[in-house]
C-alpha cells in the first residue's frame, strides 16, 4: 500500500507524517520538476507552503494539483490535506479561499472539535486541542456537502471532510518543533523566539492528539485498499 504524497516546498516536509503512518510514501516534488500524477497511489497528501492556492503563476503545478485532488475526492481514495493542501482541496471542489480578513495566524493555537467529529473516523477522540498554525489565508466557503468537524478564532473553518473519505486541515499536524522553527525564520518573525518556545513546550501534547488522527487515516487507507 502506497501513499501519493505532494510537497510544495523542501521546508514543509511530511514531518512526524513520515514516522506515524507506517504506511510506504510517494513523495512527488513538482517544485524540482516532477510531474504530478493524474491520479493517486492507495492514498493521498497534499501539503502545505507558503504560495496562496490561487497563486498558479507562482506554483504552475497548482492546477494539476487541484485536479488530483478533485479526482481522489471523486474517486474515494483517502485523502489528507493540509493548509495549503486544504485550500487547494476547498477550491478545487467549489468552495472559496481568500486572504485572511484577520491577519496571518501563527503559532500554537486551540482548535475544538464541532458535533460532527464526534463520530468521524479520523478526529473522534480530539475534542479541544492544541495545533501548529502558519497561514495568511482563510477557506470562507466550504465545497457544497462538506462536514464542518473543527473550527477556532479567528478562522472557523479549521477541519472538515468531504465525500467519504478527503479531510482537510487548515492547521499543521505534521510539523515538528524544529520544521515550525524554519518557518519562523524565513522570513524572519520579531516574535520567532517565543513562539517557537512555545512550539517546543507543547511538543508532547501535539504527538499526543495528532499522531492518533495519522495513524486513524492510515488505517482508512489500508481499509479502502483491501475492499
Not at 18 to 34: I, T
Not at 96 to 108: I, K, P, Q
Request: aromatic share 6%; charged share 20%.
Amino acid at each position: 500500500m502506497r501513499i501519493t504524497v505532494i510537497e510544495h516546498e523542501a521546508e514543509a516536509g511530511l514531518g512526524y507524517l513520515a514516522g506515524w503512518l507506517g504506511l510506504a510514501c510517494e513523495v512527488v516534488r513538482p517544485y524540482l520538476g516532477e510531474e504530478v500524477p493524474g491520479r493517486a497511489a492507495d492514498g493521498l497528501i497534499v501539503l502545505g507552503g507558503a504560495a496562496a492556492a490561487w497563486e498558479d503563476e507562482r506554483s504552475p503545478w497548482q492546477p494539476a494539483t487541484r485536479n488530483l485532488l478533485r479526482r481522489a475526492v471523486d474517486d474515494g481514495t483517502p485523502t489528507l490535506a493540509v493548509c495549503l493542501g486544504a485550500q487547494l482541496l476547498t477550491m478545487a471542489c467549489g468552495g472559496t479561499v481568500e486572504r485572511g480578513a484577520h491577519g496571518v495566524e501563527v503559532g500554537l493555537c486551540e482548535v475544538a472539535a464541532l458535533p460532527a467529529a464526534g463520530t468521524d473516523r479520523l478526529l473522534s477522540g480530539v475534542g479541544r486541542a492544541v495545533a501548529i498554525q502558519y497561514h495568511q489565508d482563510a477557506i470562507t466557503r466550504l465545497p457544497e456537502g462538506a462536514v464542518p468537524l473543527m473550527t477556532g478564532d479567528p478562522y472557523p473553518n479549521q477541519a472538515y471532510r468531504l465525500g467519504p473519505a478527503a479531510w482537510a486541515v487548515q492547521f499543521h499536524p505534521e510539523a515538528t518543533p524544529e520544521i515550525f522553527a524554519s518557518w519562523t525564520a524565513e522570513p524572519p518573525l520579531d516574535s520567532a523566539e517565543k513562539l517557537n518556545a512555545e512550539v517546543k513546550a507543547a511538543e508532547s501534547a501535539l504527538v499526543t492528539t495528532w499522531r492518533p488522527v495519522a495513524r486513524a487515516f492510515a488505517d482508512v487507507v489500508r481499509t479502502a485498499a483491501r475492499a
